[in-house]
């Protein structure tokens, strides 16, 4: 089992017979720490509502934009009601500052952000973030269950994109659209930063996740499995 460590804790314990590195949680030999890098996401902070079934999955991705990102808030469960994190959320938060990144046929395209007009805003003392966007992980099973579990997300505004195929492919989807939770964030915030390419490297430790898998399940099970 995999298990992270607190922020800011470095370095690798032994775990029965493996080192695991207590920053990403991940053994020794498979660590995607050496490819993390901090990312000012200040414009737009972030909320990743995990479902619990993700939480111990050595394949997760939610962990990767929480120690990348600057401003990033990961907040495990389903039912959040007795969540002081999510309901401080919430409650301290105009609806208009909030948005769910969730397709649906009310869902409103994402729009770049104005950079000079909120880089300005910040000089004048105002609040850094535009608005938090609230990302839900899991399968799609599991985000409906979140969603239906927490009525209060149903009022919250819903944004989407275009996505590229996902690169996520040791994991099956139910359909070509759907990516996972780090490349959604990392074209998502790209996006709203006019391409400027930064978070794009969120998908490095990623990539390096994916190829991991496959070098230790072998090119013929990967194809057999993975591959149509």
Partial sequence: MEREAPDGVTGCVQQLNRRVCVKCGRAADSCYCHLIVSLNNCFVPVVILRHSDEVKKPLGTARIAKLSLTHCQLIDG???????????????AEPARLALLYPGINATPLQPLNLDQMKARVEGGDNCGDFTLIVVDGTWRNT??????????????????????????????????????IEA????????????????????????????????MGQEVFARNYLK
């Fill in 78 to 92: 389903v039912d959040y009601s007795d969540s002081l994190e999510f309901q401080s959320l919430i409650n301290r």
């Fill in 144 to 181: 409906r269950e979140i969603l239906l579990a927490n009525p209060i997300l149903q009022s919250i505004p819903k944004v989407t994109m275009s996505f590229p195929v996902s690169r996520y492919t040791v994991r099956k989807g139910p359909a070509e659209e759907c990516v996972s939770t």
């Fill in 185 to 216: 964030l990392a074209y998502s915030l790209d996006y709203l930063y006019s391409g400027q390419g930064a978070f794009l490297r969120l998908l490095d430790a990623f990539d390096y996740m994916v190829d991991y898998q496959i070098k230790r």
